[in-house]
């Protein structure tokens, strides 16, 4: 595991070529120690066959055999016997030895610039290898630095192979990661505010009609009055509690801390149960409600939150359709996705108030219902995106809206 590093095989990859040059030169240093000895060898020799010659010429051939072909142990021995006389053996220091005390300075200088030079080589090897992971500590501390206080830096290599490039890979994926949840914190942070202040907003005028109510009870007043007073009060407070409930309901499933069931939903069943709340309204304005569809259609989702958005969408189809109307539900599934139509034949929506229809707290500016606090639709939406679905209205004035409700088949489904 440990030799299988991109880095560790780097660095062995130009220790062995270090190591070959330095074979190589190892060699050619002793070649050239080999030189400078026979130089000195031949000079020596040249001037022991000049000096006896001179003094007897008649031993020139036994002398240049001698040189020439080698030594025999005649000669070692007679010449040992001879030489041990004036001390020189075996034993003798290089600095007496006339030969060696000649070439030992050059011998020496060789061999330090043969260190020298394998120092130099080594010395660069460490340095290459040490400067390529500096330069990747290097890029790898500025990318954190810069990521740190918010700037965009380009970490070099991101695909290098090796431990630094799996690091750079780790350190990337980690950053963004931070990135993500420190965006994610200030997506809540403005949602919060939103929130805070869409809430307060819509409690200020009930809150104002409240207090001037109140003060108004203190007078001395009619009893009809003050029971018309309190009846106000009364529906105040409803629409109030109402708001809250929704508002908070609607932070919840827009924050995504509600975990939605995963369950088969039969579509009559959801159908029925979402239109429990709107049957007085319906019978009220004799409202003609039809409701067709295969009794065996079915997805998978959460049947409690999705008849919330159901609900909703119902309600609002109901509360702007006129007496005498007629409210459709139909519903349908395929192996792709399953379908449901709410088409009612209210006063229908403007074409500039469809792209706006599921924001929350927006009012038409041609509806006629006055006390709309604009949540509803709002609050289905992200109910039914929540479970892998998708909503849509197709609508022209006073001919009614028609909304489209889509849970999109899984592979688990």
């Known amino acids: 595991m440990f030799l299988s590093n991109v880095e560790i095989k780097s660095f062995i990859r130009n220790y062995i070529g270090l190591f070959i040059i330095t074979i190589m030169l190892s060699l050619g240093i002793s070649f050239i120690s080999a030189n400078i000895i026979k130089d000195k060898i031949v000079e020596n020799n040249q001037a022991m066959v000049g000096a006896i010659v001179s003094q007897n010429p008649n031993l020139e051939s036994d002398i240049i ?35 060696i005390s000649e070439i030992i300075k050059e011998l020496f200088s060789v061999n330090t610039l043969f260190i020298a030079i394998i120092f130099i080589l080594i010395f660069i090897l460490v340095m290459y290898c040490f400067k390529n992971i500096y330069s990747d500590i290097k890029d790898m501390t500025n990318y954190v630095y810069n990521s740190s206080e918010g700037r965009d830096f380009e970490i070099k290599n991101k695909n290098q192979e090796g431990q630094i490039g799996l690091l750079k890979t780790e350190l990337l994926k980690m950053t963004n990661i931070l990135k993500e949840k420190v965006d994610l914190l200030n997506k809540e942070k403005i949602f919060l505010n939103d929130n805070i202040s869409d809430i307060s907003h819509q409690l200020k005028t009930p809150m104002t009609s409240l207090i001037i109510l109140n003060d108004l009870m203190y007078g001395e007043i009619p009893k009809e009055t003050k029971i ?37 939903v039969n579509i009559k069943e959801l159908v029925i149960r979402a239109l429990q709340p709107s049957l007085i309204p319906i019978e009220l304005k004799n409202i003609e409600l039809s409701i067709s569809g295969e009794d065996s259609a079915t997805y998978n989702g959460d049947i409690d939150w999705s008849s919330e958005a159901l609900v909703n969408i119902i309600k609002n189809c109901v509360e702007h359709t006129p007496q005498n109307g007629s409210l459709k539900i139909n519903y349908e599934e395929n192996p792709l996705y399953c379908e449901i139509i709410i088409k ?40 039914i995106e929540s479970q892998n679905g998708d909503i849509y209205v197709e609508s022209e004035k006073s001919k009614g809206a028609e909304f489209h409700i889509v849970f999109h088949k899984t592979y688990s489904d």
């Open 65 to 99: 055999g001698v040189i020439t072909q080698g030594k025999s142990k005649d000669n070692i021995s007679l010449g040992k016997e001879v030489l041990s006389k004036y001390n020189y053996d075996k034993n003798i220091s290089l600095r007496n030895e006339p030969i």
């Open 228 to 264: 018309e007073f309190l009846d106000k009060i009364k529906s105040q407070l409803n629409r109030m509690e109402w708001l809250i409930k929704s508002m908070l309901k609607l932070s919840k499933v827009e924050a995504k801390v509600i975990d939605f069931k995963c369950e088969k």
């Open 344 to 383: 009612d034949s209210g006063e229908g929506i403007d074409k500039k108030d469809l792209p706006h229809i599921f924001k929350r707290f927006y009012k038409g500016k041609s509806s006629s219902k006055e006390d709309s606090v604009g949540i509803g639709l709002a609050m289905a939406k992200s109910i």
